[in-house]
């Protein structure tokens, strides 16, 4: 069946540092895929998504490409900020949403 | 827009009594919503799967009896955990996807804490 793999955590940067957290997939055919954030206290927030091989998704500086021959969908940032410590969680989307694990990102000031 | 509420958004009760979690969409139909576990430092379980006047689409390993789900209108959802214990201590998320849901993207609401003594 589907499934999401996402790099465990937590993820500790300093601010203005380039973040990388992976994720990778298994799905037959073309999901959509998605990457949510959870800040502290708070429901999910959708941060971007991508619903075709070679789209490209971003958000708030965030960026991630659907690379169907890797299947991957890595998310990136090039600066961080503090006040983007949260949970990250990386999904695919069909007639139900599969997520991975969740990644925790701390960023010290 | 596409914003999904939830009520209450903690809740303690004692073991053994029910607990009725309302999940709504605020500005917008949801033909489908979702209910979700999540316990702490993991992922989003999915419970079940909730589609207006029908009854609810429950995943592998959930008590149906125990997790009552209801899907009155297109706006509202309602979860009743029925005799709740201290392991259905968690924290239940909604959301709901568009009636014409391209990209199937959800919303999800903010979420219930539930605490069982």
């Known amino acids: 069946g589907d499934s999401v793999t996402q790099m465990e955590g937590p993820v500790t940067l300093s601010e203005e540092a380039f973040l990388t957290i992976n994720c990778t997939y298994t799905?037959?055919?073309?999901?959509?895929l998605f990457w949510y954030v959870q800040y502290p206290g708070e429901g999910l927030q959708l941060l971007l998504k991508?619903?075709?091989?070679?789209d490209k998704g971003s958000n708030k500086g965030f960026e991630a490409t659907y690379r169907k021959e890797t299947t991957s969908f890595h998310l990136e940032k090039g600066s961080v900020q503090v006040s983007d410590s949260a949970v990250y969680f990386c999904a695919l989307g069909r007639d139900k949403i599969i997520f991975g694990k969740g990644t925790r990102l701390h960023i010290l000031p | 827009g596409a914003v999904v509420s939830q009520h209450p958004s903690r809740v303690i009760c004692k073991s053994g009594t029910s607990v009725k979690i309302e999940c709504r969409s605020l500005d917008f139909q949801a033909t489908t919503m979702f209910w979700y576990r999540q316990f702490p430092k993991k992922s989003l379980m999915l419970m079940a799967t909730?589609?207006?006047?029908?009854?609810?689409?429950?995943e592998q390993g959930v008590e149906k009896d125990k997790f009552l789900i209801n899907h009155a209108s297109l706006t509202l959802s309602t979860l009743t955990v029925t005799s709740a214990h201290p392991e259905d201590s968690s924290f239940y998320i909604c959301?709901?996807?568009?009636?014409?849901?391209?990209?199937?993207?959800?919303?999800f609401g903010p979420g219930t804490r539930l605490t069982v003594l």
């Open positions: 909730s589609n207006e006047g029908s009854k609810a689409t429950y």
């Open positions: 959301s709901a996807t568009l009636a014409d849901n391209l990209g199937n993207e959800q919303f």
């Open positions: 799905a037959t055919g073309y999901p959509s």
């Open positions: 991508a619903t075709k091989a070679d």
